[in-house]
């Protein structure tokens, strides 16, 4: 079975710097789908950025962008210029792409980002 | 992406009661999920559901507790049946979208507290 993990349940990062939110999983498979997602205090979920597991370039929204490493199964988000309203809890998740997956989630356990002004 | 409107966004409801939570998909979608983010917690799988047959339950869930409809591909909800307080939680659904579902966006969720 597929596990994500999240070291750091809390970090805090200074607005207008950088901040890197870490995530590892672990599978067998190949082929699968890597996600951030953004919960602020509103309890929406929000999807942040999305990678491909066949795609070795590293997705990139905006200020956000990941750092994917395929053969250590890491998978950190990086936040730059941050600002005040990227404070949110950030949740990790991988989806398998097997055809005999049902294509639900499994999400680590979050951390919490704390941006001080 | 898909628009999902989820209802009631809050709820306190007695112990022993029922309660249904009702997701609305703007367009038609073949996987439905449904999550739930108990206090301070991940999100756990509780079922999938798909249009016309049985939705598939997660270890741990079982239909009697959280039954599930899914009547068309826009529609879905999830009861929480006979609660107790350790159902007070946050439910969530969820759809997938995009070539080959490789898109996965939620409700606004519901918090529903058990007293």
């Known amino acids: 079975a597929q596990t994500v993990t999240q070291s750091q349940p809390e970090m805090s990062v200074q607005e207008a710097e950088t901040v890197t939110l870490s995530c590892t999983y672990d599978t067998s498979e190949s082929d699968y789908y890597l996600f951030w997602y953004k919960q602020p205090p509103s309890r929406q979920m929000i999807l942040v950025i999305r990678q491909e597991a066949y795609k070795q370039q590293n997705a990139t929204e905006n200020r956000f962008s990941v750092n994917f490493q395929k053969a250590a199964k890491s998978f950190s988000l990086k936040i730059s210029d941050s600002q005040l309203g990227d404070a949110a809890m950030y949740f990790c998740?991988?989806?398998?792409?097997?055809?005999?997956?049902?294509?639900?989630?499994?999400f680590g356990k979050g951390t919490k980002l704390s941006v001080k002004p | 992406s898909a628009v999902i409107s989820q209802k009631p966004s809050r709820d306190i409801c007695q112990r022993g009661t029922s309660l249904t939570i009702q997701c609305q998909v703007d367009s038609q979608v073949t996987m439905m999920f449904w999550y739930r983010q108990q206090p301070g917690q991940s999100l756990t799988l509780i079922a999938t559901a798909n249009q016309g047959s049985e939705a598939t339950y997660e270890s741990g869930f079982v239909i009697d507790k959280f039954p599930i409809s899914r009547p068309n591909l826009t529609f879905s909800t999830l009861t929480v049946s006979n609660m107790s307080p350790e159902d007070s939680s946050i439910y969530l659904c969820s759809v997938g979208e995009g070539l080959m579902n490789t898109e996965a966006f939620f409700g606004q969720g519901t918090r529903l507290t058990v007293v």
């Open positions: 998740a991988y989806r398998s792409d097997y055809g005999g997956s049902q294509g639900n989630l499994i």
